[in-house]
């Protein structure tokens, strides 16, 4: 079946604009992660649902970003008032469990470049 | 604080040499733990995972890792790499003292030259 997909793919935009990223995850995967991955560093951990429960927004680093996930699928990761700092691959996974066993699949990720 | 190190940062080898990545972390209780690649232009995806039983773990690609939990890591190696092995490897942590949060390291850049 197909992987986790997320669009757009690339995005640039002025400072103190909005930004929608999106992810849709393999179908029938419960959890869904935000990653952000700045040039050589690796995944940093953003937020992540069961279903459309979000369990764990820690890693979001302040008010301007948000994430939804309302019917449990399709997710969008939510930037406020875009600023430079916030350029990097914002990427998603969806996992499957096998009891507790949890398994992440990464989707291509989205590059933002904010000017 | 709770960390997962790749202490090689970039590494170069010829075609057919042995490969060992280092990864260690530093959770305690159980842990799961994961190698994931990146080639050049694609995405993230799965090598291989060890979540319990032999600590050896075999993957794709002829890769492997060994668990040894009183060093709290879990090595990757390939006995002869190729060039299309070239890629940015991440090793990830996930377990029950990590709130089911998955942690990276800082990845590894392996080169091969043909």
């Known amino acids: ?115 | 604080a709770q960390s997962v190190s790749q202490h090689n940062h970039h590494v170069i080898l010829s075609e057919a040499a042995s490969l060992e990545l280092g990864c260690n972390y530093s959770y305690g209780g159980t842990v799961n733990l994961f190698w994931y690649v990146q080639y050049p232009g694609q995405h993230l995806q799965l090598l291989l995972k060890y979540f319990s039983g032999d600590p050896l773990v075999k993957g794709i690609k002829g890769f492997e890792a060994e668990f040894i939990k009183s060093k709290f890591s879990f090595n990757l190696r390939k006995p002869s790499v190729q060039w299309s092995d070239t890629a940015e490897y991440f090793c990830a942590v996930n377990g029950a003292n990590t709130g089911n949060q998955f942690y990276f390291g800082t990845g590894t850049s392996l080169t091969v030259i043909p």
């Open chain 1, 1 to 115: 079946g197909a992987g986790v997909s997320q669009s757009p793919r690339y995005k640039v935009t002025k400072r103190g604009q909005d930004v929608a990223l999106r992810c849709d995850p393999i179908s029938g995967h419960v959890s869904l992660y935000w990653y952000r991955q700045a040039l050589g560093q690796g995944p940093e951990f953003l937020t992540y649902f069961n279903y459309e429960a979000q369990q764990d927004k820690s890693g979001l680093p302040n008010d301007r970003f948000s994430a939804e996930r309302p019917e449990g699928s399709i997710s969008t990761l939510t930037i406020q008032r875009t600023e430079q700092r916030d350029s990097a691959m914002y990427r998603c996974a969806s996992s499957r469990w096998h009891g507790t066993q949890e398994t992440q699949y990464f989707g291509p990720g989205t590059r933002l470049l904010v000017l």
